[in-house]
């Protein structure tokens, strides 16, 4: 035990052992995901339990079918998927249902599939997340949750919005 001055007292801190850090640190990488609703969406071969697991998956590229069962579960058109993923809708029809998209299209994908899952877990219906993510929000400088989600940190913003929901503070 580890004893050190402060200027108003003294106090103590326990020595930690490099094995309880270690543990600690692989506890925390854990991501509560909910992978029926990504199962669903993106197929049962996908299973992301922590963020190792997400990289991976990311790597890996999703298909464009499972790209347009997000979209759908969103309530996106092709039109405004393929604006969030700056994308030509021309190039997007050009791809077939089987082929595996890059990186970067992959983890705006997946993004977005967390969003989805969040406001599952908030909202309930696909309805109401629909309605949601095309109406503006005043924590969101009076944008709506679709026009952010074209950038990373815009995704980030609206995952923040729902947390700050789910935690009862007004968004």
Same mark, same amino acid.
Request: proline share 2%; charged share 20%; glycine share 4%.
């Given at each position: 035990?580890?004893?050190?001055? %402060?200027?108003?007292?003294?106090?103590?801190?326990?020595?930690?052992?490099?094995?309880?850090?270690?543990?600690?640190?692989?506890?925390?990488?854990?991501?509560?995901?909910?992978?029926?609703?990504?199962?669903?969406?993106?197929?049962?071969?996908?299973?992301?339990? %922590?963020?190792?697991?997400?990289?991976?998956?990311t790597?890996?590229?999703? +298909?464009?079918?499972?790209?347009?069962?997000?979209?759908?579960?969103?309530?996106?058109?092709?039109?405004?998927?393929?604006?969030?993923? +700056?994308?030509?809708?021309?190039?997007? +029809?050009?791809?077939?249902?089987?082929?595996?998209?890059?990186?970067?299209?992959?983890e705006?994908?997946?993004?977005?599939?967390?969003?989805?899952?969040?406001?599952?877990?908030?909202?309930?219906?696909?309805?109401?997340?629909?309605?949601?993510?095309?109406?503006?929000?005043?924590?969101l %400088?009076?944008?709506?949750?679709?026009?952010?989600?074209?950038?990373?940190?815009?995704?980030?913003?609206?995952?923040?919005?729902?947390?700050?929901?789910?935690?009862?503070?007004?968004?």
């Open positions: 035990m580890k004893t050190y001055k %402060n200027s108003r007292k003294k106090y103590q801190q326990d020595a930690i052992s490099p094995s309880v850090v270690a543990d600690v640190s692989i506890q925390s990488l854990k991501v509560p995901m909910h992978n029926n609703s990504i199962s669903a969406l993106f197929g049962s071969n996908l299973s992301i339990n %922590n963020d190792f697991e997400l990289i991976a998956a790597r890996k590229g999703i +298909h464009k079918k499972e790209l347009l069962n997000l979209a759908k579960a969103l309530g996106l058109s092709q039109e405004e998927l393929c604006k969030v993923l +700056h994308m030509s809708t021309r190039t997007f +029809h050009r791809l077939d249902d089987t082929a595996t998209l890059d990186v970067y299209t992959t705006q994908a997946l993004e977005m599939a967390l969003i989805y899952e969040k406001s599952l877990e908030i909202f309930s219906s696909e309805v109401a997340i629909q309605m949601w993510l095309k109406t503006p929000i005043r924590s %400088n009076m944008q709506t949750p679709l026009s952010l989600l074209d950038t990373g940190f815009g995704a980030k913003l609206v995952l923040d919005t729902l947390n700050a929901i789910e935690e009862g503070v007004f968004a």
